[in-house]
């Protein structure tokens, strides 16, 4: 396939079996797998190998998964960390996500799942969200910048998952106009709603959490209840 062609995917999992048939399955994909059994050997080959993608398991048997998110982001800062965790409380979702990390899929997952969201990362390109003609734009008073992943708020500099860059294009690309959780998980993601899917939800929070003046009252990034949510001016 076009989107794995060359593409090189870590996965830092200590689990033998689990990583085995992670392995197995994007290689038949065509891609290129890598495998860490720790997250200092992780980090290491995220050195030298620069992958365009990481699975990154929350639990590892030296330093935890939080940790080696946050230094991979020093490391390899714009290439997508989906972290495997067998926590299914916000909180901890949360945290992953403050972390650095760029998604989340929580243990037992479906494989298939885990594939369409890869594979959904490497056709960036193609997506509608994709089609804003200038990289940089403003929320208020915050500046996004979509080419660096970053934006500036109160002349400091704040860094941009890959998946906070497409939600925001998205909704940047339909400004004023409401867009539902079913269709920012298919553009986004690459994914199908499932009612206990909280996903979307999380990233908002953490978009609240640095374009919002108040995240708790927000001016920007609206809820549309029983819906989805709309970015307004």
């Avoid at 989107?3 to 085995?20: F, H, N, Q, V, Y």
């Avoid at 946050?70 to 490391?75: G, I, P, Q, S």
């Avoid at 960036?124 to 969200?129: H, K």
């Avoid at 089609?131 to 860094?159: E, M, Y």
Wanted: glycine letters at 6%.
């Amino acid at each position: 396939m076009d989107t794995a062609s060359r593409k090189k995917i870590l996965i830092i999992e200590d689990d033998p079996a689990l990583a085995g048939g992670l392995c197995d399955a994007l290689e038949f994909e065509g891609f290129i797998a890598l495998h860490s059994k720790t997250g200092r050997d992780g980090l290491a080959r995220a050195r030298t190998d620069q992958p365009d993608c990481i699975i990154l398991d929350l639990m590892l048997p030296d330093i935890n998964g939080y940790q080696v998110c946050e230094e991979l982001r020093r490391v390899v800062n714009l290439a997508p960390i989906i972290m495997l965790t067998a926590r299914s409380q916000e909180s901890d979702k949360i945290r992953g996500l403050d972390a650095g990390a760029d998604d989340y899929v929580t243990k037992p997952f479906s494989l298939g799942e885990l594939l369409a969201r890869i594979r959904a990362i490497f056709r960036r390109d193609a997506r509608v969200s994709a089609a804003l003609p200038d990289p940089k734009f403003t929320i208020g008073d915050v500046l996004i910048n979509t080419a660096t992943h970053s934006l500036i708020r109160d002349n400091k500099t704040l860094p941009l998952s890959f998946y906070e860059v497409e939600l925001l294009k998205l909704l940047r690309s339909r400004l004023g106009q409401p867009v539902s959780r079913d269709d920012i998980l298919d553009k986004v993601w690459g994914i199908s709603a499932n009612p206990t899917n909280r996903t979307v939800d999380n990233f908002v929070v953490k978009l609240r959490k640095k374009i919002e003046p108040d995240r708790d009252k927000p001016r920007y990034i609206l809820t549309v209840y029983g819906f989805g949510y709309k970015l307004v001016e």
